[in-house]
């Protein structure tokens, strides 16, 4: 296993859904995609980032880790995402309605998994945290009777991890962070972060769906505002000025600069791209120094830009 592999966190929505903006090579076959979490596997890779809502993925798994498990493989932190449904549409349930909904979703992504107990379990929304219903008491019920080991919250933005950052029983932090993202450097967000050693946290949307590497104006969505070249053209000078190896390695290594992120979500459609994504997570990370230089050179971007759900 080579050092910092653990860095990766093995991103599974392409594996099981159409997914990224970048995205030429469509869906692998289910032979593939297990034989790809199987190479990770193989090579020290220890935490998997999956979700019901990702098509076949939790089932891949599954049977990736029934192989896994023939071969002595160590067994990985599996992280699943439990279907979070917005706070208007929360409002329409009764509590025994919102009760069933989450139970249903736990026991789902266990049954598709194979797994009896989910190592870690995200909500897609922060409104539960902000008015506790019986969602989030249901989930700490069940996690208490030991069908769930970790919960947390994948985070739309600082605000919402600076309300997490209150919830002892949140112990997972998912962040989407990117080069452009000035919502993070502009916070003091991280700092906090720190005051809480019981946290793990990792990053997601590195590459902005594979946006930031694909060098081509036409791919940027309207709500970029035509910032798509001047963009392109600092995050080449930064590549250049840096002696980094490709955006990819950039954009990455940017990051993994911030010490309380231990591990980034990085999603793939073929074996190919594995070898690249774990060369990306053990290469050095840029130093504060060079973070900075970095944020000074980014022009700003719209805050439409950074959340591909608004594309």
Request: glycine share 6%.
């Amino acid at each position: 296993m080579t050092i910092g592999t653990h860095r990766l966190v093995l991103g599974t929505a392409q594996l099981g859904m159409q997914y990224g903006i970048a995205n030429a090579t469509g869906i692998p076959d289910r032979n593939a995609a297990v034989d790809i979490v199987l190479a990770a596997l193989r090579a020290g890779v220890n935490t998997l980032d999956t979700a019901h809502c990702y098509g076949d993925a939790e089932s891949i798994l599954r049977d990736a880790l029934a192989l896994a498990v023939q071969e002595g493989l160590p067994i990985p932190r599996v992280i699943t995402k439990l279907d979070t449904p917005l706070a208007e549409e929360a409002e329409q349930l009764s509590d025994k309605e919102t009760i069933q909904f989450v139970k249903q979703g736990v026991i789902s992504s266990c049954r598709a998994l194979g797994l009896e107990q989910l190592p870690v379990l995200l909500i897609r929304e922060s409104w539960p945290l902000m008015r506790p219903t019986m969602f989030w008491e249901t989930l700490l019920t069940l996690r208490e009777q030991g069908l769930i080991h970790t919960l947390g919250l994948s985070a739309q933005s600082p605000a919402e991890v600076q309300l997490a950052l209150k919830f002892p029983d949140i112990r997972h932090l998912q962040v989407p962070i990117n080069i452009l993202d000035h919502r993070w450097r502009n916070s003091d967000v991280f700092a906090q972060i720190s005051v809480r050693g019981d946290l793990t946290v990792h990053a997601r949307s590195v590459f902005l769906q594979g946006l930031l590497l694909a060098g081509n104006n036409s791919l940027w969505p309207d709500v970029s505002q035509g910032c798509g070249p001047d963009v392109i053209h600092a995050m080449l000078k930064a590549k250049q000025m840096l002696n980094r190896s490709s955006l990819a390695d950039l954009c990455t290594a940017y990051v993994l600069s911030y010490p309380q992120i231990s591990g980034v979500v990085l999603g793939l459609e073929t074996a190919e791209q594995l070898e690249e994504n774990l060369r990306l997570v053990t290469t050095p990370a840029l130093s504060n120094a060079e973070r900075k230089f970095v944020d000074d050179i980014i022009p700003y971007v719209p805050s439409a830009l950074l959340n591909p759900s608004s594309w």
